[in-house]
């Protein structure tokens, strides 16, 4: 069996870095590169563009809301148009870079907030979905499970990649624990592994509240600011490898 491992990088800006994107850049298969609005600038997008050529790792647009600030975890009322033309603005932005290091991008990803408002909206997914057609048609989306971004990529004839969040806790629907909420973040070594060797063994995890749930996913995704990010990708990964599967890009994986 083959899966991806993915992370979030370049997810600071100037001098100000949030993790070791070079180390995690020898860990994942595939990198979701910050774009520049809630993280990144152009010498940081080309420097995570290089990493990853260095390293054999596929690339992935990462957009997120203008919100530095707030790391783009915080909503912001943009009207449906604002929000399109703010995603093609970063995919734009990242394409050209990659380009430029002949690399193709080849993977997209909501960041936060931004992902959070397209979810809710059946008629916003659609329209971020057919933008995002038009550019590449064969860009893989990232998605959560039976989400309205993955119901929308499929009526965009796009790929799609489902995601398990090794670092965060789902609820007995499926759904991600908020932030904040007691036991949203899964950081323990004990419990990262159990979580993974279940998700690889049986496509499933356990929920908060301890229901099992199925878990139909073949990409894992690790937040670069969770503390201590670097070994959880590093402890993930040696259950990849314990188990017998293989790491593959995100573009080899899409169905």
Do not use: W
Request: hydrophobic share 45%; charged share 25%; glycine share 10%.
């Amino acid at each position: 069996m083959k899966i991806d491992l993915n992370s979030d990088m370049g997810e600071g800006f100037g001098p100000y870095r949030l993790c070791d994107d070079e180390a995690m850049m020898t860990i994942v298969s595939s990198a979701n590169i910050a774009c520049g609005f809630h993280g990144g600038d152009p010498d940081t997008m080309a420097r995570m563009v290089r990493l990853a050529k260095a390293n054999g790792v596929g690339i992935g647009a990462h957009p997120g809301l203008p919100d530095r600030a707030g790391f783009g975890r915080r909503e912001m009322p943009f009207q449906p148009d604002e929000l399109r033309q703010q995603m093609l603005y970063q995919l734009g932005a990242l394409t050209a870079i990659a380009g430029a290091e002949g690399m193709k991008v080849g993977h997209f990803s909501f960041h936060a907030a931004m992902g959070n408002m397209v979810n809710r909206d059946a008629a916003l997914a659609d329209l971020m979905m057919n933008a995002i057609f038009t550019v590449d048609p064969e860009l893989v989306v990232f998605v959560t499970p039976e989400s309205e971004i993955e119901r929308a990529a499929k009526r965009a004839s796009l790929r799609t990649l489902a995601l398990f969040l090794a670092d965060r806790a789902y609820d007995a629907e499926g759904r991600l624990v908020a932030r904040g909420l007691p036991g949203a973040l899964v950081k323990d070594e004990t419990s990262v592994r159990a979580r993974v060797r279940r998700f690889l063994t049986d496509g499933q995890v356990e929920a908060i509240d301890g229901a099992i749930i199925a878990m139909p996913a073949r990409s894992i995704l690790v937040h670069s600011d969770t503390p201590g990010s670097l070994e959880l990708a590093r402890i993930i990964r040696s259950e990849i490898e314990a188990s017998g599967a293989t790491l593959a890009p995100a573009v080899e994986l899409a169905a």
